[in-house]
């Protein structure tokens, strides 16, 4: 059954608030067992809209989605993670996902076509840099230049659901999340495109907090945070995520699957398990996969058959832990042009095993990464430890095996190649050390502190003489 939103009112001329009459039709559509709802071409300015089972939501050509600014227009709100609220800043205190399209505890919806789009820069404000409780950063300045607005706008929210699907639409300038799904499970998300900002907080791809049976593929995600984060949250393990024929292009990390950083309550030990990432292209990022486990375990994850060029400062791949385990890691067939070859870092031997590296080819810039530095910091996780190493930097791991892994050193960019401003700010925060100690002249291509049985195998990688 079809059910057009003009027969319910909606104007379409992004003007008038059109939110009563897109969910009057969804309304109408359920009584009647489900159906398709159907939105013509035209600028539909709305707040919530939510889904009930048996619904496909189809924008046709031409149709778009706008998200009001109003948050009073919004009946659909998550809390911000408890990791957020418990920062020392104001700026993530008390806050609030809004969601535009929601939907809870429902079956069988779909959400196809068409544009969804906000007013992302109406949810921050410009802060003080210099008075920030913020490290200011040099590589994504922006990220420490504003603070969030009370409430910001998820493009998508799903909590407890089953059933879902996403495809062939376009979200753009979004504020924070295109999408958060939390306790759902068999999604599908297909031919999705995001553009997100590179330089506002939060504005990841999509977000899956503890789901299950999650496929992801053919998607552009273009975005200022992770483009896909997969977390073991509160409500249960997350498991059986497949990640394929994907682009992403962002600032931080291409895929990040991790634990205990974004839950809601304590005491509570959850797992991360059976994760698959293949055929994908990574067109810039400060990392292609990042593994970090604050609690319980992550196991089973792979990737491969990877084209990364990785022009932010960062490291192809890390695998931490802080509190947590990881186990059965395989990273296969990549291709990186970029300024740092991969870090596992544990806190104790067993915390991080069985890590296979295989059939992989790196071309690396030694640079003097502004951003971060061993020397000069604490190793703090997950805080910026992803920028730091150039080489293959292996801390307590246990059971690794590198194998036909060619490695290949170009010209290294120095100082001399930054902007003098970004030069100016980094040696204020290092002074009286002269940039010139950090530059990057002799590098080991493997450092292996306190390791288990790391095996080096049919590989060329020489060290870095300059």
Not at 229 to 235: F, P, R, S
Request: aromatic share 8%; hydrophobic share 40%.
């Amino acid at each position: 059954m079809l059910f057009n939103v003009k027969e319910y009112g909606a104007a379409g001329d992004g003007i008038t608030k059109d939110t009563s009459a897109i969910q009057d039709a969804i309304n109408e559509a359920e009584k009647l067992g489900g159906g398709t709802v159907c939105i013509p071409a035209g600028k539909y300015l709305c707040g919530s809209v939510v889904l009930m089972d048996n619904i496909t939501l189809e924008l046709l050509p031409g149709a778009e989605l706008i998200a009001s600014d109003d948050p009073e227009d919004y009946t659909c709100a998550i809390d911000f993670p408890q990791s957020f609220a418990e920062k020392k800043d104001d700026a993530f205190r008390e806050k609030r996902f809004l969601g535009l399209i929601c939907c809870k505890n429902v079956k069988n919806v779909t959400l196809r076509g068409g544009r969804l789009c906000a007013n992302d820069t109406a949810y921050f404000e410009k802060r003080n840099v210099d008075k920030s409780d913020f490290e200011p950063a040099i590589q994504a300045p922006a990220w420490f230049m504003y603070k969030v607005a009370k409430d910001r706008v998820a493009m998508i929210i799903c909590e407890n659901c089953e059933n879902i699907t996403i495809e062939d639409t376009r979200i753009e300038s979004y504020p924070c999340y295109a999408s958060w799904m939390i306790e759902c499970s068999d999604i599908r998300v297909t031919g999705v495109t995001t553009a997100g900002r590179k330089d506002l907080i939060n504005t990841d791809g999509f977000h899956f907090a503890s789901c299950r049976n999650v496929f992801i593929s053919s998607c552009y995600l273009h975005c200022g945070d992770d483009c896909i984060a997969i977390d073991a949250h509160e409500h249960g393990e997350s498991r059986d995520v497949v990640i394929t024929n994907c682009i992403f292009d962002t600032s931080v990390h291409a895929v990040r699957v991790y634990t205990g950083i974004d839950s809601m309550a304590t005491g509570k030990k959850r797992n991360v398990k059976n994760i698959m990432i293949s055929g994908c292209t990574v067109k810039d990022a400060a990392g292609i996969l990042s593994i970090n486990a604050q609690d319980g375990i992550i196991e089973n994850v792979s990737i491969s058959n990877v084209n990364a060029t990785l022009d932010a400062e960062g490291t192809a791949f890390l695998i931490s832990t802080q509190g947590g385990e990881v186990h059965n890691v395989r990273i296969s067939n990549l291709s990186v042009i970029g300024n740092g070859c991969g870090m596992i870092h544990a806190e104790s031997i067993g915390d991080i095993s069985r890590v296979r590296i295989t059939d992989c080819e790196y071309v690396i810039t030694p640079k003097t990464k502004l951003h971060a530095q061993f020397d000069l910091m604490p190793l703090k996780f997950p805080r910026h430890c992803h920028f730091f190493p150039i080489c293959f930097h292996f801390e307590r791991a246990s059971d690794v095996l590198v194998k036909n892994v060619n490695l290949t050193w170009t010209a290294p960019m120095y100082s001399d190649r930054r902007k003098p401003s970004d030069i100016a700010a980094f040696e204020k925060r290092i002074a009286p050390t002269p940039l010139s100690i950090l530059e990057p002249r002799h590098i080991k291509a493997f450092k292996l502190i306190d390791c288990d049985e790391v095996r080096i195998v049919d590989s060329v990688c020489p060290d870095f003489e300059c």
